[in-house]
């Protein structure tokens, strides 16, 4: 009998409780809910990438692989998603010949590094973002910015996404 007490005291107050109200504030539950007041990841898109400057970036990102003795595979598009320059690093895997090129479209593309899906999908269980056309959730996609406008993007591929990362900075960076 007093635990039936108990239970219905503990009830009561759960019910009149603030945080079951009408009134109360909603929380959203899911985290896409909330509406952010500007435009994320609103870079323009400017002229195209020559194929003299995405050549540079290419041989900078080169460089670097090389310095670690990685292994990779490199395409730089302009700004409308075309291949503009791909570089194959003897030996380096086949497959990953494809994954460059999708990482370079897709920072273009989504006008963000390719880092943020992978973040979205493995920290955040953002799985929806895998449904999104185009989407790559693995670094190493690098858009390439000139004066405030993509021109392009450089993606990378053939080593762990780290170090696909790593030598697309490099190529990016290149061009600054």
């Not at 009998?1 to 019910?15: K, Q, S």
């Not at 007041?37 to 323009?44: G, L, Q, R, S, T």
């Not at 004066?147 to 960076?173: N, P, R």
Request: include cysteine.
């Amino acid at each position: 009998m007093r635990v039936t007490r108990i239970a219905l005291a503990c009830l009561t107050l759960l019910l009149m409780s603030p945080l079951t109200r009408a009134d109360a504030p909603a929380v959203p539950v899911n985290p896409l809910d909330t509406v952010p007041e500007k435009m994320p990841f609103d870079v323009p898109y400017g002229a195209p990438i020559n194929l003299d400057r995405a050549q540079s970036a290419i041989a900078a990102a080169l460089a670097e692989a090389r310095k670690h003795n990685w292994k990779l595979n490199i395409a730089v598009v302009d700004s409308g998603t075309n291949l503009v320059a791909f570089q194959r690093m003897d030996g380096a895997q086949i497959g990953s010949i494809a994954v460059s090129e999708h990482k370079a479209r897709a920072a273009v593309s989504f006008r963000r590094e390719t880092r943020i899906w992978e973040d979205n999908v493995q920290l955040r269980q953002q799985y929806y973002a895998l449904s999104l056309d185009g989407v790559i959730a693995s670094r190493g996609g690098i858009p390439l910015i000139e004066d405030g406008k993509i021109i392009g993007a450089i993606g990378c591929s053939g080593g762990t996404g780290s170090q696909d990362e790593v030598a697309c900075k490099a190529g990016a960076a290149s061009l600054r």
